[in-house]
């Protein structure tokens, strides 16, 4: 099992940046691939972005893409989503997601989520 937990969320003006960060915990001497999804009310869930164990792949759904960027320390178990340019389409509840594999295919481990709010 892998836990995770999301933090760095918050109220943000249109055009400004947040950074939220995914603490994993429990099986991390396991090699996992971790990706970010967004939830907006009313809305299916939506992969933001991804990266592999290695760090080396990073993937990105096509509304973050240029203004989003995944990175990892694994030193730290945590992941992280700098969210720059960001617009009011954006706000939503965003989730932390484990891979049980060091390439991205599929979550298998969520973490709780964390609101991000982005006003006009």
């Known amino acids: 099992q892998v836990q995770l937990v999301e933090s760095g969320g918050g109220l943000v003006q249109a055009g400004g940046s947040l950074r939220l960060s995914c603490a994993a915990s429990g099986r991390t001497a396991g090699r996992y691939a971790v990706g970010w999804f967004r939830q907006a009310p009313g809305k299916e869930r939506q992969f933001a972005a991804a990266i592999s164990w290695s760090g080396w792949n990073t993937y990105y759904g096509d509304s973050v893409k240029g203004r989003f960027t995944i990175s990892r320390d694994n030193a730290k178990n945590t992941v992280y989503l700098q969210m720059n340019s960001l617009k009011p389409e954006d706000t939503a509840v965003y989730y932390c997601?484990?891979?049980?594999?060091?390439?991205?295919?599929?979550?298998?481990?969520w973490g709780q989520g964390t609101q991000v709010t982005v006003s006009s």
């Open positions: 997601a484990a891979d049980s594999g060091p390439d991205w295919v599929r979550p298998s481990y």
